[in-house]
């Protein structure tokens, strides 16, 4: 790859955020180089900010809240909620450290967002760290603009497209639940049975997307590849079946195109950037269950900034959801389910939102959408780096 760059000399880097060895490139060939920002500028702007002040250093307990100080708008978090590598608990500490050395001499940073989400995190961003930055999405929206391509985003769905939107078009509007809680996501059976209880107590019929589960006391990379990854409790599946409740999806899903199906009425999600974004593209409220990663950042901007969707409650952040981690219990999932699917205010408020959030990404990403204004006056700002250096060269 570096040895394809330095052959082509391209007139501008754009690399993951992930790849801090790009910055060294970049600047060996004299372009810039754009990080892309797989998540989005709240997530930065908590990041710093807690980096930066160590307000969990004062927290006496994993429970308590502190206030992130610093940012547009009241933000709260537990010590419990934060990435091992921000308390300093994990190996990758030092590598972040370099994504954010990395990060600080680029030219600028490419965000997978758009201005009606996060304007103020956006320029919040650009205050405190100085960078350029740039509002570039959605990115789904900009790419998948035919049935197709919606239904194979991300890769190849594990089930028949069709028959899965058929099942949605003989239900009510707004009345599908949808839940899907990340391909990296491997929880316990004690929880899968939760969320199966909830799942059949609950009124609304679903669509849920099961990811494999994982064994007690076995690592990731040596779980098997049997079927016994998919417990459920027994008797369920045909249940489901049977009554015509449900749809249960084993691996990859097309959810893009069935968020944006009109029968959806809420989304139960893990909160990973991606999907927030392709919910907020379809209108649809949520039910935050954040797991790790940045999760429970992103889950706060949902809940708490814009206010579109409702916590299950989870409250420890984890890599693997293990037996020894607390459960969420299916009560509480069914409880927060009714509070964005329900018949009250709340309900409403929320939905309209989100629907409004929705008509919002469209047309951010229309012709003199604020996402087109930005990429275009990002291509026209390349374009003269490259003027200069040309220039540069010449005189030299």
């Known amino acids: 790859m570096i040895d394809l760059v330095r052959t082509h000399r391209p007139d501008c880097l754009v690399t993951d955020y992930l790849y801090p060895w790009s910055a060294d490139v970049s600047a060996e060939l004299g372009i810039p180089r754009l990080a892309f920002s797989g998540s989005g500028f709240f997530n930065l702007c908590i990041a710093d900010s807690i980096e930066a002040n160590n307000p969990h250093a004062q927290i006496s307990s994993e429970s308590e809240e502190f206030v992130v100080p610093g940012i547009p708008n009241r933000v709260t978090l537990t010590r419990s909620q934060l990435p091992d590598i921000v308390k300093g608990e994990a190996k990758l500490s030092r590598f972040f450290d370099k994504l954010k050395q990395a990060e600080r001499r680029s030219y600028g940073v490419i965000v997978n967002t758009f201005h009606s989400l996060e304007a103020e995190y956006a320029d919040h961003y650009r205050r405190v760290t100085g960078l350029k930055a740039w509002q570039l999405g959605p990115v789904s929206l900009f790419i998948n603009r035919n049935f197709d391509d919606k239904i194979n985003r991300g890769g190849k769905s594990d089930v028949n497209a069709e028959n899965c939107l058929n099942w949605l078009d003989s239900m009510k509007p707004n009345s599908v639940l949808y839940i899907c809680l990340g391909s990296l996501t491997r929880f316990s059976k004690p929880q899968i049975t939760e969320i199966s209880r ?66 959806i009425g809420g989304f139960v999600t893990h909160c990973g950037w991606n999907s927030i974004m392709e919910g907020v593209c379809a209108g649809v409220p ?78 951010a990403v229309g012709e003199g959408g604020t996402s087109s204004d930005e990429l275009k006056g990002l291509l026209e700002e390349i374009r003269g780096c490259k003027s200069k250096r040309r220039g540069v060269e010449h005189v030299a």
């Open 198 to 263: 909830a799942l059949e107590e609950s009124s609304h019929p679903f669509i849920w997307v099961l990811a494999k589960i994982l064994k007690p006391n076995v690592e990731f990379d040596q779980v098997d590849e049997g079927k016994e990854q998919w417990w459920l409790p027994e008797g369920f599946e045909n249940r489901v079946k049977q009554s015509g409740k449900g749809l249960i999806i084993r691996g990859w899903a097309p959810q893009m195109a069935i968020l944006e199906h009109a029968s």
């Open 286 to 363: 949520m039910v935050t269950w954040p797991i790790f990663a940045e999760q429970f950042y992103n889950e706060k901007l949902v809940t708490q900034v814009m206010k579109f969707g409702v916590s299950v409650g989870n409250e420890v952040w984890s890599v693997w959801a293990t037996e020894e981690l607390p459960l969420i219990r299916g009560e509480r999932l069914r409880s927060a389910v009714e509070v964005v699917m329900g018949g009250g205010v709340e309900a409403a408020e929320m939905r309209r939102k989100a629907v409004e959030l929705g008509k919002e990404a469209k047309r």
